[in-house]
């Protein structure tokens, strides 16, 4: 007789978007997610869906909530502004979590940059270096998000406020602006210092077009066919 073969079975190996997919509700994934944090961090990728699916989990077992990695995910969902994914977050997070003074200082991160308060921000970020650099390209992500909401509002910008809300002032300030007008049609108006206006890419929002409206428009023939009925 021949000798049988134990065939082994390999074990399947899953991506955590995978693992999210198939059951989410699966405390044992909850490791993988926590090391998916991570990962983003120092990857500097990001998953709503994955750490979403991390803060349920943490709902079903508060006792395996990591404060530090909420705190990474918090961050993570402020440097996706404008999409709302710091209230989707927010929201799975016990009130009592919320109070600790970490989480109060992002929700008002939150706040003022939900409101366009860029100086505030920033000088509150400066006071929380700590929580907020230990995430690389955060400053460049909200660098980014003030300039979509400038773009919104403005077709030329002081110099002056555009320093303001991305927090870059002097000679950084210029190599900023000579990148933007080489790769994003930035036009530098004349000036000087202060006084200098940066005019922004046209849209939607800050160049609208008068659209005639057809409905309110009457055409030439029904007007004449009024003139006799009038006299």
């Known amino acids: 007789m021949g000798r049988e073969r134990e065939v082994q079975k390999q074990p399947i190996s899953y991506t955590v978007e995978q693992l999210v997919a198939l059951n989410?509700?699966?405390?044992?994934?909850?490791?993988?997610?926590?090391?998916y944090v991570n990962e983003q961090v120092s990857s500097?990728?990001?998953?709503?869906d994955a750490n979403l699916c991390l803060l349920r989990l943490y709902q079903f077992e508060p006792e395996r909530m990591s404060t530090q990695i909420v705190a990474r995910i918090l961050v993570k969902a402020l440097m996706a502004m404008p999409a709302p994914d710091f209230s989707l977050c927010l929201f799975l997070i016990p009130e009592r979590v919320q109070m600790e003074e970490q989480f109060k200082t992002l929700i008002v991160l939150s706040h003022y940059l939900e409101t366009a308060r860029f100086r505030q921000f920033w000088d509150e970020a400066a006071k929380n270096r700590h929580l907020v650099e230990v995430v690389p390209g955060f400053e460049q992500a909200i660098q980014t998000y003030a300039i979509h909401v400038l773009s919104l509002t403005y077709q030329k910008i002081p110099r002056p406020v555009l320093a303001e809300a991305i927090n870059i002032e002097g000679l950084s300030l210029d190599k900023f602006l000579e990148h933007q007008v080489a790769n994003y049609n930035w036009v530098l108006e004349k000036g000087h210092g202060r006084g200098q206006l940066i005019a922004l890419p046209g849209n939607e929002f800050n160049q609208p077009e008068l659209k005639k409206n057809t409905a309110d428009s009457i055409p030439l023939e029904h007007i004449t066919r009024i003139f006799p009925i009038l006299g």
């Open 44 to 48: 500097q990728t990001y998953s709503l």
């Open 24 to 35: 989410p509700y699966n405390p044992d994934i909850l490791p993988d997610l926590e090391n």
